[in-house]
Every structure is written in structure tokens, then in C-alpha cells.
């Protein structure tokens, strides 16, 4: 009985706390997901792409590097929704943080689509900033040496 009765202000206090950070997250949750998938895609393809190459899989780098990622576009998320709630009732819109996360999912697409054309032989390599500057998709597409392919 006196054991519950120390309990109760702690779960409360915790209760209360993941409330906060349920409401922060709430409206988040298809940003979160897009970088979830996204991180599998760039798992696999970058696994399948790095097989075809002759490289060794270690299972512990591949998983550690994927969760690495993951955390990092945790972060991103929390700090483009940290500079919404901050710039954007000033600017009327949330551009710093649609700004923050355009980048950084054009990143990681970027290395999906890559790891997909080098796992399937296509000698091109694709700029997603390319695509955004003049959207013509043959222009975001470049030729890749055989002198750059060995730099890589």
C-alpha cells in the first residue's frame, strides 16, 4: 500500500509529460513516417546496390547506420516543428521549417533513387536539385564516368 502511494506523483508527473510530447508530435506523424520509409528504401536498395558492388554486408553497421538515420530525421522533424512554432506566427507561414524538411528528404531521396540505378546498372545519376531548379527530369539526369564511378 505505502509503495503505491510513492508511485502515483511519479506516474502522474510522466503521464502528464508524454501528453506534452504526444501533442508536440501529434500532427507530425506523416513526416515521421515519410523518413521511416524512406530509411528502409535507402536500407535496401543501398544493400542491394553495395552487394552488386562485391561488398561485404555486416549486418551491424547496416542496422546501426539505419537507426542512426532514423534518429536523425527525428531530430530534423523536432527542429523544423521547434522553428514552425517559433518563426511562423511571425511569417504567417511555416517556411523555415517546410524549407528545413524539403532539404532533407530531397537528401535522402536523392540517395534512394542512386542506390536504385547503381543496384539496377543504369549509368546515370539522379539530382533531385536539378529537378527542382528546371523541372525537366532528363535534365536532372547525368552520365556517370567510369573515372567517377571509381572515385565513389
Known sequence: ????????????MIAALMAVVADFYAHLAPWLLLGLVLCFVD????VMAATKRGEEIRLSRMWRRTINKMIDYLC????????SRTF???LGVPVISIA?????????????????FEYKGIRKRFNFWKLIKR???????EEVSEKEKLNE
Open 43 to 46: 536500407l535496401r536498395f543501398g
Open 100 to 116: 528545413m524538411l524539403f532539404i532533407v528528404y530531397g537528401i535522402e531521396i536523392n540517395s534512394c533513387v542512386n542506390n536504385y
Open 76 to 83: 530534423w522533424v523536432t527542429i523544423a516543428e521547434g522553428c
Open 135 to 141: 523541372p525537366d527530369i532528363d535534365n536532372a539526369m
Open 88 to 90: 511562423a506566427p511571425a
Open 1 to 12: 500500500m505505502i509503495e503505491e502511494y510513492y508511485h502515483t506523483p511519479i506516474r502522474s
